[in-house]
């Protein structure tokens, strides 16, 4: 009878789905020029970034979801720029990877976050793992 309790309990506890992961958050910091990648509540990754630096442009403040994550795409606005790991937010605005690394730490970009390209494949392989709906992007000053 103990054994048939022991067998059960294993067959539940196999049966059971993985815990879900909780929350990602890409907390981009203006001021600082960096990005906070927070896991499940603790800081897993700080990033340098570019954000909005050419005149007459901005990168939106909020708070958002993913809306669409592209592995590969290009600016259609500005002269087919490539935006590998490209995880759009609002509109067009995107986070993304870039080939200008050394601006990276100032402002630089026309609204969007770039980060090193692999810095970008690793938030985007992130986002799949949590899901669009378990993830945000949180601009701040």
Not at 2 to 7: D, G, K, P, T
Not at 83 to 104: C, D, N, Q, W
Not at 111 to 125: D, E, I, K, M, Y
Request: glycine residues 8%.
């Amino acid at each position: 009878m103990i054994a048939l309790r022991w067998l059960f309990a294993a067959c539940l506890m196999v049966s059971l789905p993985a815990p879900a992961l909780a929350d990602l958050r890409a907390v981009i910091d203006i001021s600082e020029q960096r990005m906070y990648v927070v896991q499940d509540g603790r800081i897993a990754h700080v990033w340098s970034v570019s954000t909005a630096g050419q005149p007459g442009h901005r990168t939106p403040l909020g708070r958002y979801r993913p809306i669409r994550l592209e592995r590969t795409w290009y600016s259609t606005i500005y002269d087919w720029a490539p935006m590998p790991y490209a995880i759009f937010f609002r509109g067009g605005y995107a986070v993304h990877g870039t080939t200008e690394v050394s601006k990276l730490g100032r402002p630089a970009s026309h609204g969007c976050v770039r980060l090193s390209r692999q810095n970008a494949r690793t938030l985007f392989n992130l986002v799949l793992a949590y899901g669009r709906a378990n993830s945000w992007i949180i601009v701040r000053r």
